[in-house]
């Protein structure tokens, strides 16, 4: 037996009769404790170093795991301040959107000195030191398949479409779900809203949901029913879901921008854009126009994918479709393919194509993945979100 305990048994059978109470609050100023002080002076000191050991082991036990915690997270942006890195070029950086010391590592030069006040000796300055703080180089695959081992997915809560898409939703990475009108895309989307704020054992995030709506389909009252089904206070997750509507594409670019500062003071573990592509589709018209709108969007989608990359959050982005009116329909069973072209193709890690199935059933496919296999699956849409088919 360890050192403690012996001495607490030694104390033990040389006086049963005093009643000793070996809790921290009562070390010096217990009566028995000082009776055996007098008696046991060395048996005493034992149990007194001991309990000065345990305390100071319990608080680098505490330091060691707010350190690891401050690590697995996104590293503030006062960490820069120092080694001519003024509070004053802090403040800019945050009125510019920078709210991490990974959103300055992961942008350019370019970017940083289009910043009041930073010039391009400044804006060096700044990359040099973000980039001792966040790891930027190589690494082993090794080491990478442990980190991927780590991703959390979040369950859409359908068995079957959790089984297809191997865990769920894949957080840190952008998943991209388009198919026509009535195909279960809003309605994933607020279920997903819902079971991010579940525990991590029952598939869940443990954070709240972030969710841009640019089309005025949000319906709080889904999210009534659907957190009953999952045993969750109704009142709680509403509270954990914040709401912005968009009314342009310029506007849903600002929107990222104070998601980005929300992010950084609160766990967030899923961000809704319903849908990505809507406004786009009204604010810039014709052929004239492509480019300009290609340009914009490539843009918010990069902004999109920062925020994977900075927050670790799961990006869901739902999509509309057009229909194929060229000499390939007539040789393409299922003409409708999703708009936005090779832009919206190239930036979603998963892509997922959802169609109408009998009653209230839907189909979804791995339309494109780097790592899931082109397969199907069948889920339906009820009163308590999407759920298995009967």
């Known amino acids: 037996c360890c050192p403690l305990d012996t001495a607490i048994c030694q104390v033990a059978r040389s006086c049963r009769h005093i009643s000793l109470q070996f809790s921290e609050d009562k070390?010096?100023?217990?009566?028995?404790l000082v009776a055996a002080r007098l008696c046991f002076p060395n048996t005493f000191c034992l149990l007194h170093t001991y309990a000065k050991m345990g305390s100071v082991q319990e608080e680098r036990n505490t330091e060691e795991l707010l350190e690891e915690e401050e690590d697995a997270g996104p590293l503030p942006l006062q960490r820069l301040e120092g080694n001519g890195i003024s509070a004053t070029d802090v403040k800019k950086l945050l009125e510019a959107g920078y709210n991490t010391v990974e959103s300055v590592a992961y942008t350019t030069k370019k970017q940083l000195i289009t910043i009041k006040g930073v010039s391009e000796a400044k804006a060096d300055k700044l990359l040099a030191e973000a980039s001792k703080?966040?790891?930027?180089?190589?690494?082993?695959?090794?080491?990478?398949?442990?980190?991927?081992?780590e991703i959390i997915h979040l369950t859409s809560g359908?068995?079957?479409?959790?089984?297809?898409l191997a865990g769920g939703i894949e957080t840190g990475s952008i998943t991209e779900v388009f198919g026509e009108f009535r195909t279960g895309k809003?309605?994933?989307?607020?279920?997903?809203?819902?079971?991010?704020?579940l525990p991590l054992?029952?598939?869940?995030?443990?954070?709240?949901?972030?969710?841009?709506?640019?089309?005025?389909?949000f319906?709080?009252?889904?999210?009534?029913?659907?957190?009953?089904?999952?045993?969750?206070?109704?009142?709680d997750v509403l509270d954990n879901v914040a709401y912005a509507r968009a009314y342009n594409s310029d506007h849903q670019n600002q929107l990222l921008i104070q998601a980005s500062a929300m992010m950084s003071e609160s766990r967030y573990a899923l961000l809704i854009v319903d849908s990505a592509t809507a406004l786009y589709r009204t604010d810039y018209s014709g052929r004239g126009e492509l480019s300009a709108r290609q340009m914009h969007l490539a843009k918010f989608l990069r902004s999109l994918l920062r925020l994977a990359d900075e927050y670790g959050v799961a990006v869901v982005m739902t999509n509309q479709v057009v229909a194929q009116v060229d000499g390939a329909m007539m040789f393409n069973a299922d003409p409708k393919k999703p708009i936005g072209g090779n832009i919206v193709a190239h930036a979603s890690t998963t892509r997922?194509?959802?169609?109408?199935g009998r009653d209230n059933t839907r189909v979804c496919k791995i339309y494109d993945s780097p790592c899931l296999p082109e397969a199907e699956a069948v889920f339906a849409i009820t009163e308590d979100g999407i759920a298995d088919a009967e």
């Open 352 to 356: 997922l194509y959802l169609r109408k």
């Open 219 to 235: 319906r709080p009252e889904r999210l009534v029913k659907i957190s009953e089904r999952f045993g969750l206070n109704a009142d």
């Open 186 to 197: 809003t309605q994933l989307c607020h279920t997903l809203a819902v079971t991010c704020q």
């Open 158 to 164: 359908s068995k079957e479409l959790d089984t297809l």
């Open 133 to 149: 703080l966040v790891p930027m180089g190589f690494t082993t695959a090794t080491e990478y398949h442990r980190q991927r081992q």
């Open 201 to 217: 054992e029952s598939g869940g995030g443990e954070g709240k949901a972030m969710y841009i709506d640019t089309e005025g389909t």
């Open 27 to 32: 070390l010096s100023r217990s009566s028995s």
